[in-house]
Nanobody, 125 residues
């Protein structure tokens, strides 16, 4: 059974940093895409970043240069390092996993994909 368990998040002032973690278990697929989405208050969910089994990454324009996606512990943990945070980054962040490739990883995740429980990020001005 695949499980995605998130940790991290919290509240910081603008300009601060946070790192989100997502432990992915029961996910033995050699070809995959994993990443992060977020839902800001009153907004639709939007993709933030993705990384595939070959290490190729994709970032949304609004986080390029500020956020870094990576994997650790034998690719069992997914990270999102967020720096230079702004109030507009406030929202619920979700990790996602797809057990195959379907185009550039991180461009789109869908409700039927595998999801973490979400973690709140709040950035104050």
């Amino acid at each position: 059974q695949v499980q995605l368990v998130q940790s991290g998040g919290g509240s910081v002032k603008a300009g601060g940093s946070l790192t989100l973690s997502c432990v992915i278990s029961g996910f033995p697929y050699p070809t995959y895409c994993v990443g992060w989405s977020r839902q800001r208050p009153g907004k639709e969910r939007e993709e933030v970043a993705g990384i595939d089994n070959e290490g190729s990454t994709h970032y949304a324009d609004f986080v390029k240069g500020r956020f870094t996606i990576s994997q650790g512990n034998g690719k069992k943990i997914l990270y999102l390092e967020m720096t230079n945070l702004i109030p507009e980054d406030t929202g619920m962040y979700y990790c996602a996993a797809v057990p195959y490739r379907r185009g550039p990883c991180g461009v789109s995740f869908y409700p039927d994909d595998l999801w973490g429980q979400g973690t709140q990020v709040t950035v104050s001005s």
